[in-house]
Each structure stands twice: as structure tokens, then as C-alpha cells.
């Protein structure tokens, strides 16, 4: 089976504060992805690669980077969190663009 | 622009209810169609998928959809639901976005089955 491992489940970090959230795939996946979830909103899409070193932005990368230095792991990195962070942030990888994506557990990140 | 509609966020029925959650997109090309799952404290998995062939497509535990193309509708179905179905449900289009491929959602059903 797939495997989408997220570091933390929960993090409580304050404003200010850099946060640093890793994803690892053990599927070989090309491609992988990081959104945030918040009621009523669905999936935003925050940045997503499509290979190592390559990122994309996606609908909304603003206060957010990321880092793929291989290809197993997608980092997501908030540089100063704020209060309209506090959201849940999934990752996701896939085979290909178009097809099925395999999510992790989540991460709840709540910004004091 | 390229959106998809979930007609209910909320949605309550009773164990042997039949389900109905109605989805919409917006986007005139070739389109991949999914819908995901997420039972409480899980992670979200795929429920059932269309790319192409038979617009009745079915998934795991009893799920079906049908993709209508006249009506840029891809509905899921289930003709008796249990309490353990309780989940939110998420359909997503797959579109061309510039050079790439990119999942877009809907803004999810909350469905709570009564026991």
C-alpha cells in the first residue's frame, strides 16, 4: 500500500514562529502536493512539485514555501506564522498529474 | 474560471436512506472526475473515479456515480446508507491549469447517518 507519512499531527506554534512540515511518500512517486483544509473551503492548493528541486505554485502560496530536495520528501515551510494559519494541511503524492492522488493523516497546526 | 459545486455541506438521512450528493464543475475540455472520501480522524482516500468509457461508474462499499456530460454533472449515489458512512464526501475535477494537470475541489458534504 501506498504511504503518505506527515511528521505531526499537531503542532501549536506562535506567531512569528517558522514551521516546518514534512511529508514523505514511499511509492516513488513524481509528484507530490501540499494543501490546507478548512471547513466549507475544501482543498486549497498551496504549492505542489512535480519533480525533485521543481515547485509550482499553486492558488494560494502566500506565507508559504516549500523544499523538495528528493524525491520522497516535500517540506512545507511556514518563514513567520500568523493567526490565519491555524488550519489543517494536508500532503498528497501521485504517479501522474492527472491521476489518483494519496493523501497523509494530516497535520493541525493551530497559531497562537 | 474552473470551479466545482457540491450542491449540500450538510447532509443528515437515516441507516437505508438512499444518498444523493450532487456535484458540478465548471471547465469545457476533457475532464478526470473523482470523488474522496474522509471518515472521521482519517485521511482522505478515493472513493471512485472516472476517466473515460461507462459513465456509471462504481466504487468501494456500494458507491456508484454517473458522469452526465450535458450536464457537467458527476453525482454520487448509494441506495442504502449505514451509519458508517458517516463522512464528509469531496468531489474534485481534474483540469488543465495553464502546462498542468491540477485537482479541483468542491467545497465538501458533511453526511451523518442516524443509527
Known amino acids: 500500500d501506498v504511504k503518505v507519512t506527515q511528521s505531526s499531527r499537531y503542532l501549536v506554534k506562535r506567531t512569528g514562529e517558522k514551521v516546518f512540515l514534512e511529508c514523505v511518500q514511499d511509492?516513488?512517486?513524481?509528484?507530490m502536493f501540499w494543501y490546507r483544509q478548512d471547513p466549507g473551503l475544501g482543498l486549497r492548493l498551496i504549492y505542489f512539485?512535480?519533480?525533485?528541486?521543481?515547485?509550482e505554485k499553486g492558488d494560494i502560496p502566500e506565507g508559504y514555501s516549500v523544499s523538495r530536495e528528493k524525491k520522497e520528501r516535500f517540506s512545507l515551510i511556514l518563514e513567520s506564522a500568523s493567526t490565519n494559519q491555524t488550519s489543517m494541511y494536508l500532503c498528497?503524492?501521485?504517479?501522474?498529474?492527472?491521476?489518483?492522488?494519496?493523501f497523509g493523516e494530516g497535520s493541525r497546526l493551530t497559531v497562537l | 474560471a474552473q470551479s466545482v459545486s457540491q450542491h449540500n455541506h450538510h447532509v443528515i438521512l437515516s441507516e437505508a436512506a438512499s444518498l444523493e450528493l450532487g456535484c458540478n464543475y465548471s471547465?469545457?475540455?476533457?475532464?478526470?472526475l473523482f470523488w474522496y472520501v474522509q471518515y472521521p480522524g482519517q485521511h482522505l482516500q478515493l472513493l471512485l473515479k472516472?476517466?473515460?468509457?461507462d459513465p456509471l461508474v462504481k466504487g468501494i462499499k456500494g458507491f456508484e456515480a454517473e458522469f452526465i456530460k450535458s450536464k457537467f454533472s458527476f453525482n454520487l449515489r448509494k441506495p442504502s446508507v449505514q451509519w458508517s458512512d458517516t463522512a464528509e464526501y469531496f468531489c474534485?475535477?481534474?483540469?488543465?491549469?495553464?502546462?498542468?494537470?491540477?485537482?479541483?475541489w468542491g467545497a465538501g458534504t458533511k453526511l451523518i447517518i442516524k443509527p
Open positions: 474534485a475535477v481534474n483540469a488543465l491549469r495553464g502546462s498542468n494537470y491540477q485537482l479541483i
Open positions: 511509492m516513488d512517486h513524481e509528484n
Open positions: 512539485s512535480y519533480d525533485v528541486k521543481m515547485k
Open positions: 471547465y469545457g475540455g476533457t475532464v478526470n
Open positions: 498528497a503524492s501521485s504517479w501522474e498529474g492527472a491521476g489518483e492522488l494519496f
Open positions: 472516472y476517466f473515460s468509457g
